[in-house]
């Protein structure tokens, strides 16, 4: 191959990397079918900024000793490189910059002595091989167990649990419900930073599987994930884990059904079968989630989600059968008892809108009695936290203080309620160790 077309495949080469750096800078959602592709360009740039530094630095440093700069498409492929790094740079500071953010908004919604009844560890660390090694997020340290079934629906009504490998008792639960449009995904496909970090911190966390769409209609989804539940609460004893503390977690279509989970407990028509079983949860840690199906902030236009939910989720129309998509939106479930809620959304997310999630916190402050964080990421895209990036790290972290914060408000309150039920017996012994 002669100089030139070396030069002209560098400058081919190096438009794609910049296209890429756009993608993770330059926020877009009205692109019709093309914002799914935006959507990974910006995701994979934006997280993984260095990594696309030091492949563009592996790619240049061979086009260049193979004579890419002795043609100007070379040359002007270089300018475009120096540029696409710069951008990238700039996209790391952003992401550096969610550390100060996420802290601000659990100090204005927590007060900013909330640390301080934190359990102390070394939160703020960010470990430089978590940045390194971004899909390796499986820590020694951490048992998992596959496979548990829940249901009677085969794979699609079974669990995974990770647990620390040290015995323990009555350690704080965590449920990480998938995403995927309520159409595809799985219990090992998502959550795993944060389900790790916590499991290394002593929490047992669980992920299940649940029915999906267009095989099963809503509320099927939210049945499921109320049937995972009322499993943990009857079994993860047997795992170490506190059944009287279980929060919720989940992204996209994760974070809708974590909402709907927090908000509406032991209703009847979503516990068939099991209606008896407690199914209220300690808080909830909804990402970049869907909440409102009817879309009234009016963001979306073209874009609306509605045809999608019509013929896949819902299968009936929001005009004929209104209630059942007030039904399913988050937004209209909310309540003065709700449980404190921690909800994280990026600016840039091209598939969830930031104004939904912007709506539905505003819905939530203004009745609920509990503490409600939020959090908008600069610069994050739509699933970022699936492995691990500067920003996840971040992320995670904030998100462990803020669950540590209600975990101890929940030891301190049954100190209290062991003292109260103790104290007429003169200091007999009993009730649940801590």
Not at 406 to 425: N, T
């Amino acid at each position: 191959m002669d100089t030139l077309a070396i030069s002209w495949l560098f400058l081919a080469v190096t438009i794609v990397g910049a296209g890429f750096t756009v993608a993770a800078l330059v926020p877009a959602r009205r692109l019709s079918f093309f914002v799914v592709p935006y959507f990974f360009a910006g995701w994979l740039a934006g997280e993984l900024a260095a990594h696309h530094i030091a492949w563009q630095a592996v790619a240049t440093i061979v086009f260049v000793s193979l004579g890419a700069l002795d043609a100007w498409p070379g040359r002007i492929g270089l300018l475009i490189t120096v540029v696409s790094w710069g951008g990238l740079l700039a996209a790391i500071r952003r992401s550096r910059s969610t550390a100060e953010v996420i802290d601000d908004a659990l100090n204005d919604a927590l007060g900013r002595d909330y640390r301080d009844t934190v359990r102390p560890h070394a939160e703020d660390v960010v470990p430089t091989a978590e940045i390194a090694r971004p899909f390796k997020t499986r820590r020694r340290e951490v048992e998992r167990v596959r496979h548990i079934a829940y249901g009677d629906a085969g794979a699609r009504h079974t669990l995974d649990i990770h647990k620390p490998r040290v015995v323990g008792e009555r350690r704080p639960v965590l449920l990480q419900i998938h995403g995927g449009a309520w159409v595809i995904g799985r219990k090992d496909q998502q959550g795993q930073p944060l389900m790790n970090h916590l499991a290394a911190r002593g929490w047992v966390c669980v992920a299940p599987n649940y029915r999906l769409s267009p095989k099963v209609t809503f509320p099927d989804h939210l049945i499921d994930v109320k049937r995972a539940l009322a499993w943990v609460r009857e079994h993860i004893a047997e795992h170490g884990g506190d059944p009287d503390f279980i929060v919720v977690t989940g992204g996209s279509a994760g974070g809708h059904l974590s909402s709907l989970v927090a908000l509406t407990p032991n209703r009847p028509e979503y516990q068939p079968g099991f209606e008896d079983v407690d199914t209220t949860v300690a808080a909830c840690v909804p990402f970049y989630g869907v909440y409102d199906f009817l879309e009234r902030h009016g963001a979306r236009k073209s874009m609306s989600m509605q045809p999608f939910l019509e013929k896949l989720i819902m299968k009936c129309s929001p005009t004929e059968e209104r209630d059942r998509w007030i039904a399913a939106s988050p937004i209209d479930a909310v309540n003065a008892d709700a449980p404190p809620f921690f909800v994280i959304h990026g600016t840039h997310d091209s598939l969830a809108y930031i104004e939904d999630a912007r709506a539905f916190v505003s819905e939530l402050r203004k009745v609920s009695k509990q503490a409600v964080v939020y959090a908008e990421l600069p610069g994050a895209q739509h699933a970022f936290e699936t492995f691990h990036s500067l920003r996840t790290a971040h992320t995670i972290r904030a998100v462990s203080r803020f669950l540590h914060k209600v975990h101890a408000a929940y030891l301190a309150d049954d100190e209290i309620g062991r003292s109260a039920a103790a104290a007429p017996q003169m200091g007999a012994s009993h009730g649940r160790a801590s």
